[in-house]
């Protein structure tokens, strides 16, 4: 089921709902009492790789060894850092 978020935080209320379901259903299905949240935070997290892949897409890759060093520096790590 498609579900719209917006990359900059912002959920459309029938999505929060939707995930909210499903959360629940997963909760019942492992007894996993977070299973809501876990399930929030998972959605949060790939949407923030997403925004950063969008983000490095943008650089000429004679940038991205420069760019690497800050994101590690600030403590991200990314897939294919050289």
Known sequence: MPIAVE??????????????????????????PLGTIHLFHRISVAIQRGNAVSFMSTFDDDQKPFLYLIFQHAGFVLAGAK
Not at 16 to 23: C, E, F, P, R
């Open 7 to 32: 990359t900059a935080g912002s959920w459309n209320q029938q999505a929060v709902d939707a995930i909210k379901d499903i959360g629940r259903r997963i909760s019942v299905i492992t007894e996993e």
